[in-house]
């Protein structure tokens, strides 16, 4: 059983459009994540939350979109994509804060905007 | 500032050899300290994490990280490498404390393990 599971594992879409990536966690754990590294391997935070509350939130560009339906699901939303968009974008999850327990990743989606 | 510094970008061993992957912290109190490995097209898993007690830690996969205080290290060492831990490694430290939980991340070491 996966743990973390991301869907699509690759997205490949034009500028402009708008684009969902699937967040779904079977372990119970109350936070999820969304990060984005980009081609250089960086890890950049964008959102967190907790029990559905947002309680992260990066300097993120406001076409960026998270929706918590419930807290074993956290999607991601992108409106208007852009080329710097691409990047391998990767949910966790973790039973507290990430700060002091161990965090569960999905294997990421990579999203190429041509 | 805290950072996470892992000074060496690419490393290159032999298989076989022994392995030590640097990483060097600057954070206001203590940390909890995380050592995650990323292969090829996956995701990151969490290799071993320390948080208080005993300075050295065993992990998964034969790897081992030791805490130093005074040199704000806590570096990653396997005593025999193995083709298959060519990956990314990601060293990360995170607040014991506070609301603002969220991990600070290293740039990674990409390991390349010749046969």
């Known amino acids: 059983d996966t743990a973390v599971s991301q869907t699509p594992k690759y997205l490949v879409t034009q500028m402009g459009n708008d684009k969902s990536i699937k967040c779904e966690q079977n372990?119970?754990?109350?936070?999820m994540y969304w990060y984005k590294q980009d081609s250089k391997k960086f890890l950049k935070i964008m959102f967190s939350?907790?029990?559905?509350?947002?309680?992260i939130n990066e300097t993120v560009p406001n076409r960026f979109s998270p929706k918590s339906p419930d807290k074993a699901h956290l999607n991601l939303h992108i409106n208007s994509l852009e080329l710097g968009d691409s990047a391998v974008y990767f949910c966790?999850?973790?039973?507290?804060?990430?700060?002091?327990?161990?965090?569960?990743f999905g294997q990421g989606t990579r999203l190429t905007v041509v | 500032a805290q950072s996470v510094t892992q000074p060496d970008i690419h490393i290159t061993v032999s298989e076989g050899a022994s392995l030590e992957l640097r990483c060097n912290y600057s954070y206001g109190a203590t940390p909890y300290l995380f050592w995650y490995v990323q292969s090829p097209g996956q995701g990151l898993q969490l290799l071993l994490k320390y948080f208080s007690g005993d300075t050295l830690v065993q992990g998964i996969k034969g790897f081992e990280a030791e805490f130093k205080r005074s040199q704000s290290s806590f570096n990653l060492r396997k005593p025999s490498v193995h083709w298959s831990d060519a990956a990314e490694y990601f060293c990360?430290?995170?607040?014991?404390?506070?609301?603002?939980?969220?991990?600070?991340w290293g740039l990674g070491t990409s390991l390349a393990v010749n046969p």
């Open positions: 939350y907790n029990n559905k509350e947002l309680i």
């Open positions: 372990l119970g754990h109350d936070t």
């Open positions: 966790a999850s973790s039973p507290g804060g990430m700060g002091n327990t161990e965090a569960f």
């Open positions: 990360a430290v995170g607040p014991l404390t506070g609301n603002n939980r969220k991990l600070i």
